[in-house]
């Protein structure tokens, strides 16, 4: 059974940084494509950043520049660098397969930016 951990969320202010970890166990990840999503309050989960097997990335318009999406296929974990902060950043933080697998999703970890 296929299960991922997301952790490294936290409350921070604006212009700040966190690194999101998303931990893979039940299969290895190092053959997967995979990708963050996020979903903040009243909206639809959206698509954040995906990193391939062999490591090409691809970014929403709305994080490229400020957000790292990166993979350590030995420890089967996938990591989200998110610098410069904003409030509109607010959400619960999802990773899993791209494209997404609907029994992949895990828990999620929460990111609050605060203004």
């Known amino acids: 059974q296929v299960q991922l951990v997301e952790s490294g969320g936290g409350l921070v202010q604006a212009g700040d940084s966190l690194r999101l970890s998303c931990a893979v166990s039940g299969r290895t990840s190092s053959s997967l494509a995979m990708g963050w999503f996020r979903q903040a309050p009243g909206k639809e989960r959206e698509f954040v950043a995906t990193?391939?097997?062999?490591?090409?990335?691809f970014y929403a318009n709305s994080v490229k520049g400020r957000f790292t999406i990166s993979r350590d296929n030995a420890k089967n974990t996938v990591y989200l660098q998110m610098n410069s902060l904003k409030p509109e950043d607010t959400a619960v933080y999802y990773c899993?397969?791209?494209?997404?697998?609907?029994?992949?999703w895990g828990q999620g970890t929460q990111v609050t930016v605060s203004s």
């Open positions: 899993n397969a791209f494209p997404p697998l609907n029994t992949y």
């Open positions: 990193i391939t097997w062999s490591g090409s990335t």
